[in-house]
């Protein structure tokens, strides 16, 4: 089964996800007590993902379907990825403010492209 990237109709269906990474920001407040060797601690979940991701396309139309996963992912609108194969990375997902979003020639086939970009997971 293949990886998809999805936003209402539009679908993103590359090749396959050559880069994924993610990390949640820890939340739980320490607070140091005057006369007092233990701190108290405020617990609260950690947030949700936040990471990078690469998509790789290769085959005859690569080119062109880089280039459009790129302007699909440049618009201003949530993203869902399902991955059969690996239900943990399956989420909703916006690019972020201050992130980056880029298109990458591979150097050594000259016929792959890679789509490289922030992401933030969001609630569904």
Partial sequence: MVDVITSGATVIAPTMILGYESSRPTRTLIHDVPGRSDPDATLRPAGLR???????????????????AESVLAGA??????????????????????????????PETRDAW???FDWQEVAP
């Avoid at 936040?50 to 459009?68: Q, V």
């Fill in 114 to 116: 890679m789509v490289e």
């Fill in 50 to 68: 936040k990471g990078r991701m690469t998509l790789g396309f290769a085959g005859p139309s690569a080119e062109s379907d880089s280039a459009s």
């Fill in 77 to 106: 609108v949530a993203f869902v990825l399902t991955s059969p194969d690996r239900a943990s990375v399956s989420m909703r997902f916006v690019l972020p403010d201050g992130g980056a979003l880029s298109r990458v020639l591979d």
